[in-house]
């Protein structure tokens, strides 16, 4: 292990080829742990040395938004410097891949995508490995990976954290010890502001290869929280009624999580509110559905640790201790008081990624707090095998395993990673891990988030739970619990027919009947059988006024806001007016009935208040028609 303090990056990939050679397999891990300013140094040398062959493998190369038009570039512009500074430095391979301009000498391969992010993009879909988040270190091996490089926190007595990613690296690199019949290195490089993460990711110096300890000038990749609609806040509600207290979560991100987050504190803090507004749904009770607040609290056992973990720490439901010892687990599980009490992991992930919010929370942990907030590889996270099944089992008692997807065809099979044509929009990551672990539990439950239908830009709704569909990412055998803001169907153990009538009943109304048709067709369905007067109740209206009462408790960012007020407002008016530019006619339309004078001071933050062109004067009042619907 060499520790080079003052080492530049060139000398870094000077020791790197010197010591394996001109034909470099590197793995970057997913998200926030690469190292940019080595990688774009590294990607550059290859560019202009076409005797270096290059492969990159990795995941979630995270960007900085890139505006489509001038218009978005006046709103983002503020946003982004405010968020990622002015000089944050972006992975230059993205702009060569969507570009098609990366060199014949390098490949760029990735597992999972910033979503959306590779969609028309025909490198970055051809170059895409669909793989299991728990068989991507093989995967690794199988390529032959020989450089392994990553961002690390400063080290605590002599020892470093691999913090934010242990996920892939602890797995790949046990891998290359065992397996690698070739020369390989592992490369960290300090970054000042990653927080010193316990478990399994503390790691000895001995570990790498090769430490830089001169700061990587990168400013942690925070993530913008999105909005939250009412149809999410409908889903994260009745998912809110299946989780169990004293037991154990997994989440993902996005803003049905986020819904799911700000619904179970919601159920701990405003119970009776919470209740009535259950009951004001009206539907049917579930067996595993609990409604008491959470008094025992959960333990988190999730691939990715993230804001709405922080937010249930702080709102006292993720407090349930588990120890690393099955004799005290089984105690503490038998409900016996063990002197251990207050010292036990109240979280295990595998990568963490989230806002600027979550990582100075991460960092103002104290010295009692910390070791309970644990990092691992995602052998360990995501699934059942090692040896230490017993123990994991009892630690992870009545999983809730809580995902999304996109859509849930009628026989209950899921798709989340890709569209009909196979174009990839993210990826499968750890998705099937925790769904095959849900079914491999006596008290475990696998549960599937999605919006019942979906917007286009047309302005043309569609139904995302459909009778088939090309290919799925969890198959109809693994079927469980799929929950839309309409309800929840429980799936497990049904006959098909049984799985369409559920998924019917959770169903917007005006998609049921179709449904419905190509089932009885089918054979799948009694010809007698007629949707139920429940099931007709399933409208967006319907849903607006059980929520009335209570809107204030379910606002568009429960978990904060990264925008202005200004910006919260504009936002959505730029998103409908990108999709009205399909339709001349209704662009005219809005150009006639937009009154700038009275949208001043938002027209302002778009520099459109005095409009100089007359491009400027129409667009101010298109976007004054936006902030008026």
Not at 115 to 130: E, K
Not at 177 to 185: E, H, K, L, V, Y
Not at 272 to 297: N, S, Y
Not at 390 to 408: D, G, K, P, S
């Amino acid at each position: 292990m060499a520790t080079q303090p003052d080492s530049t990056l060139e000398a870094v990939i000077d020791s790197i080829v010197e010591r394996i050679g001109r034909q470099l397999v590197v793995g970057l891990p997913l998200g926030l742990g690469k190292p940019n300013r080595l990688i774009n140094a590294l990607y550059h040398r290859a560019c202009e040395d076409s005797e270096l062959d290059l492969q990159i493998v990795t995941a979630l190369s995270l960007d900085v938004p890139q505006p489509g038009h001038w218009l978005e570039g006046r709103l983002m512009d503020p946003i982004v410097e405010r968020l990622f500074g002015r000089d944050y430095p972006r992975l230059d391979y993205l702009d060569d891949l969507r570009a098609g301009r990366v060199p014949d000498n390098i490949r760029i391969t990735e597992f999972y995508f910033q979503s959306g992010a590779a969609l028309g993009q025909s490198i970055m879909q051809r170059r895409y490995v669909s793989s299991n988040y728990t068989h991507v270190a093989r995967d690794l091996v199988d390529r032959g990976v020989n450089v392994v490089m990553q961002l690390v926190s400063a080290p605590v007595d002599g020892r470093y954290s691999l913090s934010c990613n242990p996920d892939v690296t602890l797995d790949l690199v046990g891998r290359l010890r065992t397996q690698a019949d070739w020369p390989w290195m592992t490369v960290a490089q300090v970054h000042p502001d990653l927080p010193f993460m316990h478990g399994d990711a503390v790691v000895d110096p001995e570990f790498f290869d090769e430490i830089i300890e001169a700061d990587p000038d990168q400013r942690l990749f925070g993530l913008p929280r999105t909005p939250v609609s009412l149809q999410d806040h409908a889903v994260g509600l009745h998912a809110s009624r299946l989780v169990a207290d004293g037991g154990t979560l997994q989440i993902g991100i996005g803003s049905l999580s986020d819904a799911l987050v700000n619904a179970l504190i919601y159920r701990q803090h405003h119970n009776r509110a919470w209740r009535q507004l259950v009951d004001l749904l009206g539907k049917q009770r579930q067996t595993i559905e609990e409604h008491q607040p959470f008094e025992a609290g959960l333990y988190g056992a999730s691939e990715m640790f993230m804001d709405g973990f922080m937010h249930l720490y702080r709102a006292g439901i993720l407090k349930r201790e588990v120890f690393d010892d099955l004799d005290l687990q089984q105690r503490v599980n038998a409900g016996e008081h063990i002197e251990q009490a207050g010292s036990g992991a109240i979280m295990d992930g595998g990568f963490f990624l989230g806002s600027g919010e979550f990582y100075e929370f991460l960092s103002k942990l104290d010295a009692r707090e910390r070791p309970r907030f644990r990092m691992h590889g995602v052998g360990r996270i995501n699934q059942l095998y090692g040896g230490t099944e017993t123990l994991e089992l009892a630690q992870r008692r009545h999983a809730r395993f809580i995902n999304t997807c996109m859509m849930v065809t009628a026989t209950g099979a899921a798709v989340s990673d890709a569209l009909a044509d196979h174009q990839v929009v993210s990826g499968v990551g750890g998705q099937y891990n925790f769904v095959a672990m849900a079914h491999a539990m006596d008290d475990g439950r696998s549960i599937l988030l999605l919006r019942s239908t979906r917007t286009g830009s047309d302005g043309e709704r569609t139904s995302n739970i459909v009778w088939e569909y090309p290919h799925t990412t969890i198959p109809r055998h693994l079927r469980d619990i799929v929950v839309t803001e309409y309800g929840v169907a429980d799936l497990r153990g049904c006959t098909d027919e049984e799985c369409i009538q559920a998924l019917v009943g959770i169903m917007d109304v005006d998609f049921q009947d179709d449904l419905v048709d190509q089932a009885k067709q089918a054979g799948k369905l009694d010809p007698e059988w007629q949707v139920p007067d429940s099931a007709r109740r399933n409208t967006p209206d319907h849903l607006a006024q059980s929520f009335e009462a209570l809107r204030d408790d379910f606002p568009e960012y429960p978990m904060g806001s990264d925008f202005t007020d200004i910006e919260e407002r504009l936002i959505p008016a730029l998103q409908r007016l990108k999709r009205l530019s399909a339709s001349k006619a209704r662009l005219v339309r809005a150009l006639f009935r937009g009154r700038p004078g009275d949208h001043v001071e938002a027209l302002a933050r778009l520099g459109l208040a005095e409009p100089a062109t007359l491009r400027e004067r129409a667009y101010a009042r298109l976007v004054a028609a936006m902030l008026d619907e």
